[in-house]
C-alpha cells in the first residue's frame, strides 16, 4: 500500500534535484576580466543596511564596505531603534567618511520598514543590501555594476555564504548552501523561488512599483516578497553565479537559536502566493514528511524499514550529487559525510522549523499589537 505514494513522492523530488543539477550547471560563472571596465561607466550604487543592535558587528562590515574597488555613491545605514552602541558606532564613520548617511526609523522597530526607510532616501537607481552582520568583499560593488552594464536587471539574486567554526557550523554551511544553489538553479530556468536580503540588488525605481505587494503588515520576507512580485510582473531577474560578488555571514552558535532563525524564515510562507516556490516546497516537505513516517512506523511495522532505507539513500544520494556540483563554488568540505548527517536531522529540522513557524513565531507576533517582530 506504501509502494506506490512512496515511488511517487521520489520519483518527483528526483526530477526536482535533476532541475536543479541542470539549472546550476547552465550558469555561467563571471570570468575575473568581466568586471574589469573603465570606472566611468559603471552606474552609481546606493548601499542600504538596516541596523539594530549591531554594534559588535558593523565595524567589520563598514570597514568591508569603504574598502570597495568601486566607491558606494551613497551607504545609508538606518538605525532601526537600536539600544546598543551602534548609534556611536554609526557616528564615528559618519565622522570620516562622507558617503555614510544615517536615517532612523520611526515607531516600532522592524527591518522591512528600516530597509523602506533607506531605499526610499537612495538617490542612486540600483541600491544594493545586505544586512549588518556581513562581511562583503572589496570587489563587490564593482562585480555588481558591471553585471548591470553588461546585462541589465531588474532584480540581481546574489550569493550568500555562511563561515564559522566546529561541527554544528559546517553543517549549516552546508545546508544554507543548499538554499542558494537550489535558488540560483531555479533562477537558470527563469523560474527564481528565493533569494536573501544580505546580498540583493535592484532598481529602485521598480521597488518603489512593488510597495502594494511586499506585506507590509508582516515583520520580515522584504526579499522574497520582493522577488515575486518583481516575477509577477514580468521584470528581470537573474542570478550571478560571482565568488567576486559573495556575502558572508556568521553561522547560529547554537542549536536554539538556529532553529529561532529558520523559524522566522518560514513564518511568511503561509502569505506566499508564487505557484513555483509553493510547489518546490511541497515536494521538498513530502520527502522529508515521507522519511520521518516511514521512520517512525518502523518502529511498529519491520517491512516499512526497508522502504525507509530506500528513501533514505536515494535522497543521500541525489543531494550528494546536487552538493558535489556545487561543492566548487562554495568551497565546502567533506561533502560524503557531512550530507549523510545533514540526511539523517534534516527531516527533524524541517519538521520542527515548520512546527517553530507556525506557532512560536505567529504567537509572538500576537504579542506585539505592531506585528513586528
Same mark, same amino acid.
Given at each position: ?124 537607481? +540600483? ?20 553585471? !548591470? ?6 532584480? +540581481? ?7 564559522? /567554526? ?7 554551511? +552546508? ?13 537558470? $530556468?527563469? &523560474? ?20 502594494? /505587494? ?13 522577488? &515575486?512580485?518583481? #516575477? ?43 505557484? /513555483? ?11 522529508? +514528511? ?17 522502504? $525507509? ?6 535522497? $543521500? ?16 568540505? &567533506? ?13 527533524? !529540522? ?12 505567529? #504567537? #509572538? ?9
Amino acid at each position: 500500500m506504501w509502494v506506490v505514494p512512496v515511488v511517487v513522492v521520489m520519483g518527483i523530488y528526483a526530477v526536482l534535484l535533476l532541475l536543479f543539477m541542470c539549472g546550476w550547471k547552465r550558469l555561467p560563472e563571471q570570468a575575473a576580466q568581466d568586471t574589469v571596465m573603465p570606472m566611468e561607466q559603471l552606474p552609481a550604487v546606493a548601499v542600504v543596511v538596516a541596523c539594530r543592535n549591531e554594534a559588535e558587528h558593523l565595524p567589520a562590515l563598514l570597514d568591508s564596505l569603504v574598502r570597495q574597488t568601486l566607491s558606494p555613491a551613497e551607504i545609508i545605514l538606518v538605525n532601526d531603534n537600536s539600544t546598543d552602541d551602534t548609534p556611536a558606532v554609526m557616528d564615528r564613520y559618519v565622522a570620516r567618511y562622507s558617503a555614510i548617511r544615517v536615517l532612523s526609523t520611526a515607531g516600532g522597530s522592524s527591518k522591512k520598514k528600516a530597509l523602506a526607510t533607506g531605499i526610499r532616501s537612495a538617490a542612486s537607481e +540600483l541600491v544594493l543590501c545586505t544586512d549588518a552582520d556581513c562581511i562583503v568583499p572589496e570587489t563587490w560593488l564593482q562585480t555588481v555594476a558591471a553585471a !548591470y552594464v553588461q546585462q541589465p536587471f531588474d532584480l +540581481l539574486i546574489l550569493p550568500v555564504s555562511m563561515q564559522g /567554526d566546529g561541527f554544528f557550523s559546517r553543517l549549516q554551511q +552546508l545546508e544554507f548552501a543548499t538554499l542558494v544553489a537550489s535558488g540560483a538553479a531555479m533562477a537558470a $530556468w527563469r &523560474h527564481p523561488i528565493m533569494c536573501n536580503g544580505a546580498n540583493l540588488a535592484f532598481r529602485r525605481q521598480e521597488w518603489l512599483a512593488s510597495q502594494a /505587494d511586499l506585506h507590509g503588515e508582516l515583520p520580515s520576507g522584504d526579499d522574497m516578497f520582493l522577488l &515575486h512580485s518583481f #516575477k509577477r510582473r514580468g521584470l528581470r531577474i537573474r542570478f550571478l553565479k560571482s565568488r567576486k560578488a559573495m556575502v558572508y555571514t556568521s553561522t547560529c552558535p547554537d542549536l536554539r537559536s538556529f532553529v529561532r532563525q529558520r523559524g522566522r524564515w518560514t513564518s511568511k510562507a503561509g502569505h506566499y502566493t508564487d505557484a /513555483d516556490t509553493i510547489a518546490v516546497a511541497v515536494v521538498v516537505f513530502a520527502v522529508n +514528511l515521507l522519511w520521518l513516517v516511514l521512520f517512525f512506523g518502523a518502529f511498529f511495522n519491520v517491512a516499512l524499514a526497508w522502504s $525507509w532505507l530506500a528513501v533514505f539513500l536515494v535522497k $543521500w544520494l541525489l543531494d550528494g550529487l546536487f552538493l558535489k556540483l556545487a561543492q566548487p563554488f562554495f568551497a565546502y568540505k &567533506h561533502v560524503a559525510a557531512m550530507s549523510f548527517l545533514l540526511s539523517l536531522v534534516y527531516p527533524f !529540522y524541517v519538521s520542527v522549523s515548520v512546527l517553530h513557524a507556525c506557532f512560536g513565531t505567529q #504567537k #509572538k507576533s500576537r504579542g506585539n499589537s505592531a506585528g513586528f517582530a
